[in-house]
């Protein structure tokens, strides 16, 4: 089946510095790939979408110069936290969809990010 | 907007019990309806995916159910087994253009053995 990989799993930071998150899709192709954050017994938040090859598409409230999303081929998509501060500590987790319009969603593991 | 209910909240059921899962949407006008497991610190398994013209689909021991008219599905799970525990998230994805998908925010199921 469809795999996407997340990396890293785990990263504590200090608060200040940058942190990025990788998303690959391992074995299918993936126009678009989105990025969510995930609080405490709260559902996914979709932070924004990211289109190979083009800007990405970013949610009402999420400031697209602390977030920066890169899409630089179809089996890859980065998630840059800059200047991370303590709150932006969360579970991040990455999708993506294959070509075609009926495909499910795939996600990676999930990515939990500690700023000290 | 479109809205996700998943009910119950939690769910703490035996060993080998049948059980049944919820979710309810607002809006009928869907393009399809996947079904996730979660487990704790980890990402989302994608279950089962259903599309907006299909009624069910299965895997293993998991049926899943979409009344699209009603804004319903059920994901069944049969003879459930303590690997079974974990949060399950339906998700919706709407029709036409517009990809963003939107997820209840899950049941958390225990089985005990």
């Known amino acids: 089946g469809a795999v996407v990989s997340q990396h890293p799993s785990r990263v504590i930071c200090k608060s200040g510095t940058s942190v990025k998150i990788e998303c690959r899709s391992l074995?299918?192709?993936?126009?678009?790939m989105f990025w969510y954050r995930q609080f405490p017994k709260q559902s996914l938040m979709l932070m924004a979408t990211?289109?190979?090859?083009?800007?990405?598409?970013?949610e009402q409230g999420v400031e697209k110069d602390k977030f920066l999303i890169n899409h630089a081929s179809l089996t890859l998509s980065t998630l840059t936290v800059t200047s991370a501060h303590p709150e932006d500590s969360s579970f991040y987790i990455c999708?993506?969809?294959?070509?075609?319009?009926?495909?499910?969603?795939?996600f990676g593991n999930g990515t939990r990010l500690t700023v000290t | 907007k479109q809205e996700v209910t998943q009910i119950p909240a939690a769910l703490s059921v035996p060993e080998g019990e049948n059980l049944v899962l919820n979710c309810s949407f607002t809006?009928?006008?869907?393009?399809?309806l996947q079904w996730f497991r979660q487990d704790p610190g980890k990402g989302l398994t994608s279950l089962l995916l259903?599309?907006?013209?299909?009624r069910e689909q299965t895997s293993g021991r998991l049926n899943a159910s979409l009344d699209k008219s009603s804004g319903r599905s059920t994901l069944y799970i049969a003879a459930s087994q303590p690997g079974d525990s974990a949060t399950y998230l339906c998700?919706?994805?709407?029709?036409?253009?517009?990809?963003?998908?939107?997820f209840g925010i899950g049941t958390k199921l225990q089985v005990i053995p």
């Open positions: 999708s993506a969809r294959a070509q075609g319009g009926g495909s499910p969603l795939h």
């Open positions: 074995d299918f192709q993936a126009t678009t």
């Open positions: 990211s289109n190979e090859g083009s800007k990405a598409t970013y």
């Open positions: 809006d009928s006008a869907i393009y399809n």
């Open positions: 259903i599309q907006s013209s299909q």
């Open positions: 998700a919706v994805r709407p029709s036409g253009g517009y990809q963003k998908v939107t």
